[in-house]
């Protein structure tokens, strides 16, 4: 069983930055960031693989996001800038052992992973 859990959400005005972290139990190489709005289909931020040999980022925050990996502390990264009050959303991470990079992005874009954790809440004003 891997546990994850998010912290770093928060309230932010438009144009700031937040980093979200996700810490797990036991480490998967492939995580993944998902949001979650009222009213919305859950969607994919962003995945990586490994220490980060391949990501993976969805339209909507490529440039403004980016992931990354801090084995040492069990960790997963998910730095957000330029943000927009279209961001707002409980942030979940998610994590999943993989053979290689083709299947966590198989994954990530499929929202297909073993393990999430509890979310947590971004809130962007404009």
């Known amino acids: 069983q891997v546990q994850l859990v998010e912290s770093g959400g928060g309230s932010v005005q438009a144009g700031g930055s937040l980093r979200v972290s996700c810490g797990y139990s036991s480490r998967r190489n492939c995580v993944g960031w998902f949001r979650q709005a009222p009213g919305k289909a859950r969607e994919g931020v962003a995945a990586?693989?490994?220490?980060?040999?391949?990501?993976y980022y969805a339209d909507s925050v490529k440039g403004r996001f980016t992931i990354s990996q801090d084995y040492s502390k069990n960790t997963v990264y998910l730095q957000m800038n330029s943000l927009k009050p279209e961001d707002s959303a409980v942030y979940y991470c998610?994590?999943?052992?993989?053979?290689?990079?083709?299947?966590?992005?198989?994954?990530?874009?499929?929202?297909?992973?073993?393990?999430w954790g509890q979310g947590t809440q971004v809130n962007v004003s404009s």
């Open positions: 990586i693989y490994g220490a980060g040999s391949s990501t």
């Open positions: 998610a994590a999943h052992f993989v053979l290689r990079s083709d299947d966590c992005s198989a994954r990530f874009w499929g929202a297909d992973f073993r393990y």
